[in-house]
Nanobody, 116 residues
Framework: VQLQASGGGLVQAGGSLRLSCAASGRTSSFYAIGWWRQAPGKEREFVAS????????YYANSVKGRFTISRDVAKNAVNLQMNSLKPEDTADYYC??????????WGKGTQVTVSS
């Protein structure tokens, strides 16, 4: 399994960005795909995830109502629409795939910077 994240950038507070995570591999082995983030000097934290087959979504309280995670089954991709961005959303964002056998795969991070 390989993951390719894209879509980061610089945006002003209140703006929007859309991150994408393209996954390669057997989709039958996909259990869930999610986004995590790590700000400078802080631990990596959960942002959002989606169950690959059921489409059930989960969000961190800090992003509920502002971020939306979705999946594109045809493209084997997961998108994270981020609206009403705040400076505290600034971080490197990583996508993670959990396989049905419990293995976890991480993509390279994409940087999101929100200016005040």
């Amino acid at each position: 399994v390989q993951l390719q994240a894209s879509g980061g950038g610089l945006v002003q507070a209140g703006g929007s960005l859309r991150l994408s995570c393209a996954a390669s591999g057997r989709t039958s082995s996909f259990y869930a795909i999610g986004w995590w983030r790590q700000a400078p000097g802080k631990e990596r934290e959960f942002v959002a995830s989606i169950d690959w087959s059921a489409g059930t979504t989960y969000y961190a309280n800090s992003v509920k109502g502002r971020f939306t995670i979705s999946r594109d089954v045809a493209k084997n991709a997961v998108n994270l629409q981020m609206n009403s961005l705040k400076p505290e959303d600034t971080a490197d964002y990583y996508c993670k795939l959990r396989a049905t056998n419990g293995a976890n795969y991480w993509g390279k991070g994409t940087q999101v910077t929100v200016s005040s």
